[in-house]
């Protein structure tokens, strides 16, 4: 096994990360920029390395430096977390120029999947069911249109450079086309350097589940069942939950194939995630392949029984996964904990923390670099922590967040603990009957309600 790992990022996910490293015998190396000095990644590496100052594209972002961190510590393997260059095929390549293994996909696999309409286009090829619309990307007004009118309004207008719904464009009628079309493309240009799009049928109200795939090198790939992220806000999922309230056995078998063939389309290495639409009619579309793992991936250990952080570093050493049979165990709930204002439109409040007691007991999980005395740098992702629960059913699920957020208290910033509290008592919730559109469009925070 890898002696020493160095891990290319910071906060919760670098500490996660750590955690595993420490209980597979794995020395490690944190970096860090000079606002995270105090992290606690920091204090529970082996060894740490400053790489410069606050500024994202000074330090976590600076390849060379990372670089430089792993060969003069003796790192074997580098470990990218999620965000920052987690998705970046270059930064792959050049670790594997330098012989530092990338725990992650290949730069090809990133690639042919960082890029939508090649991994749309990859997914027809294999049979994935996808979204109707353009074949490729179209940078011709006329052409675009007609596309449009076969498809039928409303239409998406779609970034190939995308994801995360920067470049997107929704398009209810012909007359609005030009204009969401250009701005479409002006927008993925100076976003991604890339103004290609696509155009698909709008799929109203879908929701969002997503399926965690896993393949080794020797060709083997398998899925961990699927994670719900349809409660999100401006494209930041807020809570999710695995398995998805409105799953039945036969969906879950039929989406977990689609998103074997999804890997398989790169014979993928690693851990990954297959997003898909579902429609009311429970139809699925493949949306993207994200080659990274993710935020919310402990919902999917925490039911199925696995470290996802183990099984990328015993695939990034080139060991056969083991084909154990999916048992879904119970039910559990993410939800994350971010230092900004709820009442005031979700603004970032960074600062100290005076008092961070966090909850505990049967079932509840806390990954968080935070802690009493720690100061929230404003540079950065406002995520301070991740709050899971495991139960056996959704309903005690529910009531184990609740008391948990209830116990959680963090004073001296603001946090989205009490939207999380009114969230967990919102009927439409507690029902499941919720879809991507809920929070922005139906869910209100009510600022006159005092959570304690
Ligand atoms: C869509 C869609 C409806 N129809 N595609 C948003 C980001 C990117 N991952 C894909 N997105 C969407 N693609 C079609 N053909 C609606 C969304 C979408 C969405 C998807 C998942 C979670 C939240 C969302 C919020 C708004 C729009």
Partial sequence: MFKKI????????????????????????????????????????????????????????????????????????????????????????ICQEHNIK???????????????????????????????????????????MKVAEEVGYPVIIKATAGGGGRG??????????????????????????????????????????EIQVLGDRHGFITHLGERDCSMQRRHQK?????????????LREKMGKAAIRAAETVNYEGAGTVEFLVDKNNEFYFMEMNTRIQVEHPVTEEVARYDLIQNQIEIAYGEPLRNRELKIRGHAIECRINAEDPEKG???SAGEITVF???????????????????????????????????PTR??????????????????????IPYHIQLLDDPNFISGNFDTNYLEKHFKFNPNINTP
Avoid: W
């Avoid at 807020?238 to 036969?250: D, F, K």
């Avoid at 007991?361 to 802690?371: F, I, L, S």
């Fill in 168 to 209: 997107m464009r929704i398009v209810r009628e012909a007359s609005d086309f030009k204009r969401n079309f250009d701005s479409a493309r002006q927008e993925a240009g100076s976003a991604f350097g890339n103004p290609e799009v696509y155009i698909e049928k709008y799929i109203e109200n879908p929701r969002h589940v």
């Fill in 395 to 416: 309903k005690d699920a529910i009531a184990k967040m609740r008391r948990s957020l209830e116990e959680f208290v963090i004073e001296g910033i603001k946090t989205t």
């Fill in 238 to 250: 807020i809570l999710e939950e695995a398995p998805s309230p409105l799953m039945t056995p036969e």
């Fill in 346 to 348: 979700f603004r970032p």
């Fill in 6 to 93: 160095l891990i290319a990022n910071r906060g919760e996910i670098a500490l996660r990360v750590i955690r595993t490293c420490k209980e597979m015998g794995i020395k490690t190396v944190a970096v860090y920029s000079t606002a995270d000095a105090n992290s606690l990644h920091v204090r529970f590496a082996d060894e740490a390395v400053c790489i410069g100052p606050p500024a994202s594209k000074e330090s976590y972002l600076k390849i060379p430096r990372l670089i430089a961190a792993a060969e003069v510590t003796n790192a074997e393997a580098i470990h990218p977390g999620y965000g920052f260059l987690a998705e970046n095929a270059e930064f792959s390549r």
């Fill in 357 to 391: 007691n966090m909850p505990g007991g049967r079932g509840v999980r806390v990954d968080t670099h935070a802690y009493q005395g720690y100061r929230v740098p404003p540079n950065y992702d406002s995520m301070i922590a991740k709050l899971i629960v495991s139960a």
């Fill in 102 to 144: 990338f725990i992650g996909p290949s730069p090809d696999m990133i690639s042919q999947m960082g890029d939508k309409s090649t991994a749309k286009e990859n997914m027809i090829k294999y049979g994935v069911p996808v979204v109707p619309g353009s074949d490729g990307n179209i940078s011709d007004l006329k052409l675009a």
